[in-house]
Nanobody, 129 residues
Framework: DVQLQASGGGLVQAGGSLRLSCVGS????????IGWFRQAPGKEREGIAC???????YYVDSVKGRFTISSDNAKNTVYLQMDSLEPEDTAVYYC???????????????????????WGQGTQVTVSS
């Protein structure tokens, strides 16, 4: 079974930083697209960043320039470095896995939950103003 374990959430002031980690088992990250979704209270879940060895990275506009996704495939771990955090970033963050895809063609579909096979448990990120 595929298991994705997210960690690193917490409480931070606006302008601060956090780094989330996603560790996988039962899956080789090198062969899949690994991403981060978030869901704020009362809002739909949204994919915000994704990485794959074949197609690079994808970011939604709201996090471009502030968040950086990276991977260490030897450790089967993907990171999400979040800088310049804003109260609007408050959400539960989930990591996901699915088939690799071209971000320029399928990025929006992925962000809406398509092309995703597995989800990890969430980690809460709270940004205070």
């Amino acid at each position: 079974d595929v298991q994705l374990q997210a960690s690193g959430g917490g409480l931070v002031q606006a302008g601060g930083s956090l780094r989330l980690s996603c560790v996988g088992s039962g899956i080789s990250f090198d062969d899949y697209a690994i991403g981060w979704f978030r869901q704020a209270p009362g809002k739909e879940r949204e994919g915000i960043a994704c990485i794959s060895s074949s197609d690079g990275t994808y970011y939604v506009d709201s996090v471009k320039g502030r968040f950086t996704i990276s991977s260490d495939n030897a450790k089967n771990t993907v990171y999400l470095q979040m800088d310049s955090l804003e109260p609007e970033d408050t959400a539960v963050y989930y990591c996901s896995s699915g088939p690799q895809f071209r971000p320029d063609i399928y990025g929006m579909i992925w962000s809406q939950g398509g092309l995703t096979d597995n989800w990890g448990q969430g980690t809460q990120v709270t940004v205070s103003s």
